[in-house]
């Protein structure tokens, strides 16, 4: 009984709210949106015979795609291994380990593609010294994009029509699986990703991130670039303002990654006034109250002050120079169509 009590709230956890946000802007808000690629994964692991009863469960992660596998492997009486970085803020630190999950931090950059190389180097160290063992993968995974078509699901029950999708973009799944499923019947959805500065997602060269939950060191194979039709790349001062304004004016109490999504979602549905606009949220505030939540830190970081910029300017390829808000016309195309024609004009969104 007590089992399935607890799958009942992982089950709700991962089911988000459909709130208006303004006269055609959405938004799609979670608790904790990585229960949902988290927890199909493993059901689907456990049906096929991947996951057995001793079988050692290892991921690398340093957010809450961590937090997500701990409590299913807690429900699971499954052992887990999470493989982070320095960056890992301590109070998710002390939940994973509550959970029963080993936390592994890494402190040394690997030659290509800084901690999360190293990480990825660590993960294959430990696979390799435990014969049975499963790894999510959630950057390779298929069946991370293919678990949002519980999101797709539930927009197309919520609203007549999807017309602009907006979020954050990390390890792909969520952006790719929700659009994906939606274009089965909405065909013309146009896909807005929110990337920011010095991540390679989009073509930028890699390097130091001060806005985490978004962006990456790697090009995760669940990353569909011919599936957007537009990025934007936006700085940690943006969307921490934006997060307290979504906070202030719509008592929506999420992150930063949501606050950079909303950052462009409040522009693209008010320069589309037709369209119906929705917004990816991915999760709540709580780790964040003493920092983006935090008015002296805030200051502290030189992030308090307005920015000059209170809309995104157009760039002429991922790799020139950037605003502090970019954004660029992706065309549905590859990564390689796109840096192959570096300075030319960008192609109209299809």
Known sequence: MRSSVFEEITAGVERPQIVRLGPNLFGVVFTLMKMIPA??????????????????????????????????????????????????????????????ATVEIVRHMAASGGYQGARLERLAEIRAEHEDSFCPEQYANPDNPRSYSLVAELLSEALPQVDLLIGPVGSGGSMCGTASFLRSVSPDLRLIGVDTHRSVLFGQPDGARSLRGLGNSLIPPNLDHTAFDQVHWCSAGQAYRATRKLHREHAVFQGPTSGAAFLVAERAAMTNPDAVTVVMLPDQGYRYQSTVYDDRWLAEQGHLADSTEDRPVETSHPLAKHAEWSWFNWGRRSLHEVLEHRGTASVAAR
């Open 39 to 100: 927890r199909y994964i493993l059901r689907q692991a456990v049906a096929r015979g991947d996951i057995g009863p001793d079988t050692l469960i290892v991921e690398t992660t340093s957010g809450t795609f961590g937090l997500a596998l701990a409590m299913q492997t807690a429900l699971l009486r499954r052992r887990l291994i999470l493989v982070s970085d320095p960056v890992i803020d301590d109070e998710l630190h002390r939940r994973l380990t509550d959970l029963g």
